[in-house]
């Protein structure tokens, strides 16, 4: 299955995001949404999955969790927009992967792109950084990636240009 994932568009949807998303299968969301408007287009546009961030109103946050534990052909995932990263988790998350740490652990939040292996939970974090234009990030980021048969391979990260356009 191939994945499109976006966090902090903050209300602002590259259009760009389509054409680089056009052959997954799905598109998840790690929260600052920032309007219905988004989360509909995403929706329209391909099976979505999304949590809600920090600046997402009450309708957002009814419409989406804050924290999505699920499974995607054969990886144990946690989507949750507030994380941190190995070695810097936040105090809820750090709690909850000492008792079921899954294999692939994504944020939000930071505005930082970063993916990298955590060997003490035996998961792989990814944060896709800001693919909107409010925040301090200069350059906007998405990542496709594939999970197949409990493996997360062919990871990309895009660059849509810099912040304020598109």
């Avoid at 292996?117 to 998961?123: N, S, V």
Wanted: proline share 4%; glycine share 10%.
């Amino acid at each position: 299955m191939r994945i499109g994932l976006l966090s902090d568009t903050h209300g602002d949807l590259d259009e760009s995001v389509f054409n680089y998303f056009s052959e997954c299968d799905e598109i998840w969301h790690a929260g600052d949404i920032g309007t219905q408007e988004v989360a509909d287009r995403l929706l329209a546009f391909r099976p979505f999955k999304a949590v809600y961030g920090n600046i997402d109103d009450h309708l957002l946050r009814r419409q989406f969790p804050e924290d999505w534990h699920f499974v995607c052909e054969g990886v144990r995932v946690w989507m949750t927009h507030i994380g941190g990263y190995p070695g810097r988790y936040s105090k809820r998350v750090k709690d909850q992967l000492l008792l079921n740490a899954p294999d692939l652990f994504i944020c939000g939040h930071s505005h930082i792109l970063k993916v990298m292996p955590d060997p003490k939970y035996h998961l792989l974090h990814i944060n896709p950084g800001a693919a909107g234009n409010h925040g301090f990030h200069k350059i906007k980021t998405i990542v496709r990636f594939t999970l197949l048969e409990g493996q997360v391979s062919n990871l990309e990260v895009i660059e849509l240009g810099l912040r304020g356009r598109s």
